[in-house]
């Protein structure tokens, strides 16, 4: 299994990045998926994540209304799409996955995890 994250870089307060992450070696319906941010000096915290087979999200409250996760299964890909960026968001964006069954609640629980991408940094910038 392979998760590989892309789409970082540098950007304005107020800007927009898509973060991608390229599965390989699992089928993503067996899966529960998530981006997870890990801050300068802080842990990784979830900020968005998904059950792939039926679609339904988890945000967390300092992402709602600014991120939106979304797969293609066909092309084992998940996205983030991350607007109205803020200074705190920086940080190293992880893509994870987590072998069903799980309930969503639980998926913002980084420990739960089976497999991890290396990560995508996001440096936000006023």
């Known amino acids: 299994v392979q998760l590989v994250e892309s789409g970082g870089g540098v950007v304005q307060v107020g800007g927009s990045l898509r973060l991608t992450c390229e599965a390989s070696?699992?089928?993503?319906?067996?899966?529960?998926m998530g981006w997870f941010l890990r801050a300068p000096g802080k842990g990784r915290e979830a900020a968005a994540t998904?059950?792939?087979?039926?679609?339904?999200?988890l945000y967390s409250d300092s992402v709602k209304g600014r991120f939106t996760i979304s797969v293609d299964t066909q092309k084992k890909k998940l996205f983030l799409q991350m607007t109205a960026l803020k200074y705190e968001d920086t940080g190293e964006y992880f893509c994870?996955?987590?072998?069903?069954?799980?309930?969503?609640?639980?998926?913002?629980?980084?420990?739960?995890?089976?497999?991890w991408g290396r990560g995508t940094q996001v440096t936000v910038y006023s």
């Open positions: 998904m059950i792939i087979r039926d679609g339904r999200t």
């Open positions: 070696g699992l089928n993503l319906r067996d899966y529960a």
């Open positions: 994870g996955a987590v072998s069903m069954p799980i309930e969503l609640p639980v998926t913002k629980d980084p420990g739960w995890y089976d497999y």
